[in-house]
């Protein structure tokens, strides 16, 4: 089992910046592919960007040029952030750390609980 605890939301203005961290713990020797989802109240949870263990990354359209992802593999360590800049109005949502044994998150198996990013305009 895998545990992904959220850290970094808040309330900032828009263009502003944020970063979002991840920390896991347990088998996380396990974990392949990590990524960042949110949630908009009445929509859909989207993928925002994700990686894998070997370094590949991608981004959704809708952050690219704004969002940054980054992750940090060591021996007993695996952390995920999230580095937001230019920060719109529209990026208003809980932001959910994924994590998955294989080498995407389309469909984790583990989740957070959530961090509340609010951008007001």
């Known amino acids: 089992q895998v545990q992904l605890v959220e850290s970094g939301g808040g309330l900032v203005q828009a263009g502003g910046s944020l970063r979002l961290s991840c920390g896991a713990s347990?088998?996380?020797?396990?974990?392949?592919?990590m990524g960042w989802y949110r949630q908009a109240p009445g929509k859909q949870r989207e993928l925002v960007a994700s990686?894998?263990?070997?370094?590949?990354?991608?981004?959704a359209d809708s952050v690219k040029g704004r969002f940054g992802i980054s992750r940090v593999n060591a021996k007993n360590t695996l952390a995920l952030h999230l580095q937001m800049n230019s920060l719109k109005p529209e990026d208003t949502a809980v932001y959910y750390c994924?994590?998955?044994?294989?080498?995407?998150?389309?469909?984790?198996?583990?989740w957070g609980q959530g961090t509340q990013v609010t951008v007001s305009s």
């Open positions: 990686c894998t263990r070997g370094g590949s990354i991608n981004y």
């Open positions: 347990g088998s996380i020797f396990t974990i392949n592919a």
């Open positions: 994924a994590a998955d044994k294989l080498g995407h998150v389309r469909d984790p198996d583990y």
